[in-house]
């Protein structure tokens, strides 16, 4: 590359970035000279305790004390460990020899002498006022005339790249663009690992929530591109995940913008490797009904860029197809089966629990699938397990809980409208086989595997169901009822720690609703519960508890009903909330009460059905 001339046309979108980090740095380098006129004025490299402090009450911090996220780099470390890119490096004016490289693709490169080029080390040896240190010696050194190496300037850039992961944010980041400026003021020009450390603290601050650290990061990179200078491959996959990852609550906005960056590198003759499609791949399952059609999309441009796929890529789209199956059905299960027997037929590949709980979780959620034949799917999610063991692959306890929860759902499903109460006990007899089978192999069930056997229980007790009719336990002592049943999970998962959740709770006030004596008493001690452990009551809770008061018929569990309806949070009431309170009302000839409930729920903006208005 030509260098990093920041008048040139072909680069003039970076001017504003360079002015806004020239004017950030005037700022501060006026507060730090007012500090070092104090007799407390530091050694000339050994920088000063009171400029982080500036910092801060400057407001010029993006994020508060810590290390900031840390992200995963290939070889385990994290990428706060790993010292951002690259490690230590060398001292300033240190030259370096010819040192092995490795990239995120796996392969190894050498650096030629002089390029600076060690990798290693962590934050601890980063201290405040490092920086500021670093900085004004090199502006004194080319203001005085001289010309710092490159190493020196790469030293500043690193440290600066620091800065960023240790909290600075976008600090740090303006002070690499004025850094960089400075190395244009003394005619050095800038290297690979120059704009590598660059990008790395641009990678950073969008770690910590900048979305300015995202679009600084890809104007860079586009830049790097227009000149020719390769950018490393761990910096490209880890700006190219901090896309994916950038606005949560718009997915497609996120994968798109970061499909586009790597078009443009591709374009530019950056040979991408496995990490940076599967990062496309996994970031597929978020992508709702187009999910399976982009995943495949990004496994065509692989092919066509003569990258192989690996066991990681073919897991991903198995999980895009199962997060996909929900709606689609019966394709999204046969294409992640596709995609199963891909890995089956590849003598390079084998498939893991991973790619066989991936396929369980596609049919478990086609059987909740509307308009699919959940029982079949449900049996075939079985023959999936089959198959597993049949590989020499044993069941994990995401596998068990996989399939109790889709267990769990189906029965939600059934029972709810139908009643069907001969279809439930087969459903239930089917997850406790499962429970089973895991207890034989000593698994330990997790709070998802708990909270589907809780919800088997409330189904089970919601059609009425006998406890003889499940043909199996699971539990020790006898039960009167399913609440109490319940109850004897509630203990287990206590006595290993696990807590209880929103889910949990709502499946146990639902079976200690139905519960033979005093249910709605039961229910509401669940609630209370609930509530002491911090959480707070969702819509579906207070519905069947003000379903167990007029079950109940008395006038003394309306009125209590009433009471926790009337106190518990507007966020919290629905139009079922309010159509079983009315109902509840309604029970005990409180009619005025109920039509007011319903003028309140109108006020509210909640459409209550047709059928809850009283007559």
């Known amino acids: 590359a030509s260098g990093f001339a920041y008048q040139s046309e072909e680069l003039v979108d970076l001017v504003p970035l360079v002015q806004g980090a020239e004017e950030m740095e005037r700022d501060l380098a006026a507060g730090v000279a007012e500090e070092l006129e104090g007799d407390d004025a530091p050694a000339p490299g050994q920088g000063s305790v009171y400029s982080r402090q500036l910092l801060l009450e400057a407001g ?280 199963l027997w891909l890995i089956r037929s590849n003598p390079k590949l084998a498939p893991s629990v991973i790619s066989y709980n991936a396929v369980m979780h596609a049919c478990a959620r086609a059987a909740c699938a509307k308009g699919e034949d959940s029982m079949s799917w449900l049996e075939e999610m079985l023959r999936v397990k089959s198959r597993m063991v049949a590989d020499g692959i044993l069941a994990d306890v995401r596998s068990y809980s996989t399939m109790l929860h889709g267990v769990s759902k189906v029965m939600a499903k059934i029972a709810a409208p139908r009643r069907n109460s001969a279809l439930v006990a087969r459903l239930l007899s089917m997850g406790l086989a499962l429970v089973g089978e895991m207890e034989k192999q000593g698994l330990r069930p997790n709070t998802i595997t708990y909270n589907a056997v809780l919800e088997m229980y409330a189904k089970s007790a919601a059609v009425g169901i006998q406890r003889a009719d499940a043909g199996q336990r699971c539990g020790p002592a006898p039960a009167d009822s399913w609440y109490s049943e319940a109850m004897v999970v509630v203990g287990r998962m206590e006595e290993r720690g696990l807590r209880l959740n929103e889910a949990s709770y709502t499946a146990l006030v639902e079976a200690a609703s139905c519960a033979p004596r005093k249910g709605f008493d039961a229910s509401v001690e669940v609630l209370h519960r609930m509530v002491r452990d911090g959480l707070q009551p969702g819509p579906m809770t207070y519905n069947l508890v003000f379903t167990a008061a007029r079950r109940d018929g008395s006038s003394r569990a309306v009125e209590q009903a009433l009471q926790i309806f009337l106190a518990s949070d507007a966020r919290s009431r629905s139009k079922h909330t309010y159509t079983s309170m009315m109902a509840a009302l309604s029970s005990v000839g409180r009619w005025k009460e109920a039509l007011l409930l319903l003028d309140s729920a109108r006020r509210a903006s909640v459409v209550c059905p047709p059928a809850a208005a009283p007559r």
Not at 106 to 118: F, K
Request: net charge negative.
């Open 60 to 339: 010029r911090v993006d994020t508060g004390e810590g290390e900031g996220d840390a992200l995963d780099v290939p070889g385990g470390a994290t990428h706060a460990q790993a010292g951002g890119v690259h490690g230590a490096v060398h001292a300033p004016g240190r030259r370096g020899g010819r040192v092995r490289l490795k990239t995120g693709g796996g392969v190894e490169e050498e650096a030629e002498d002089g390029e600076d080029a060690d990798l290693s080390g962590d934050l601890s040896g980063w201290r405040d006022g490092e920086l500021e240190s670093e900085m004004a010696v090199l502006k004194q050194t080319v203001a005085d005339g001289g010309t710092p190496s490159l190493a020196n300037f790469n030293f500043g850039m690193l440290l600066c790249c620091k800065a960023v992961y240790k909290g600075l944010g976008m600090a740090g980041v303006h002070r690499a663009l004025s850094l960089l400026a400075l190395m244009d003021e003394a005619g050095v020009t800038p290297n690979q690992r120059t704009y590598d450390l660059l990008l790395d603290a641009c990678v950073g601050a969008a770690a910590q929530g900048s979305a300015a650290g995202l679009q600084h990061g890809v104007t860079i990179i586009g830049h790097m591109c227009a000149l020719g200078v390769r950018p490393s491959l761990v910096v490209a996959n880890q700006l190219i995940k901090a896309m994916l990852k950038a606005d949560g609550v718009q997915p497609q906005a996120s994968f798109d913008s970061a499909l586009g960056l790597v078009r443009m590198m591709q374009q530019a003759g950056v040979r991408l490797d496995v990490y940076s499609y599967n990062s496309l791949v996994s970031s597929c399952a978020m992508q709702e009904r187009r999910g399976v059609q982009l995943a495949l999309g990004v496994l065509e441009m692989m092919q066509a860029n003569k990258v192989e796929p690996d066991i990681v890529t073919y897991n991903a789209l198995i999980n895009t197809c199962a997060k996909s199956a929900g709606h689609a059905g019966a394709p999204a299960v046969e294409q992640a089966e596709r995609v």
